[in-house]
């Protein structure tokens, strides 16, 4: 099994930044695909971005490409997502999730989640 811990949220102005961590443990990191959802109160969560297992493929929802930015370091069992130009429509709770092999961008696809940190721009 995987155990995963997100860090880096916070209340950040729009137009701001934030980058936000996952560490995973329990097996080998670089056998997992890894993504990065959202959810906002009363919203259904929702894909943000997603990496392949060595970090040569990404993916990302439209709604934030060209200002976030996934990438991994296999070698710390980290992923990471940069989050740039922030609006108040990013705010949402942001959860990191794990999934063997290929990358997907389907909630039910994904095995392993972990807690979520609270992501808060303000206008």
């Known amino acids: 099994q995987v155990q995963l811990v997100e860090s880096g949220g916070g209340l950040v102005q729009a137009g701001g930044s934030l980058r936000l961590s996952c560490a995973a443990s329990g097996r080998t990191f670089s056998n997992d695909a890894m993504s990065w959802f959202r959810q906002a109160p009363g919203k259904e969560r929702e894909f943000v971005a997603a990496i392949n297992r060595s970090g040569g493929t990404t993916v990302y929802a439209d709604s934030v490409k060209g200002r976030f930015t996934v990438s991994r370091e296999n070698a710390e069992n980290t992923v990471y997502l940069q989050m740039n130009s922030l609006k108040p429509d990013d705010t949402a709770i942001y959860y990191c999730?794990?999934?063997?092999?290929?990358?997907?961008?389907?909630?039910?696809?994904?095995?392993?989640w972990g807690q979520g940190t609270q992501v808060t721009v303000s206008s």
């Open positions: 999730a794990a999934k063997r092999a290929y990358t997907s961008t389907q909630v039910r696809d994904y095995n392993y």
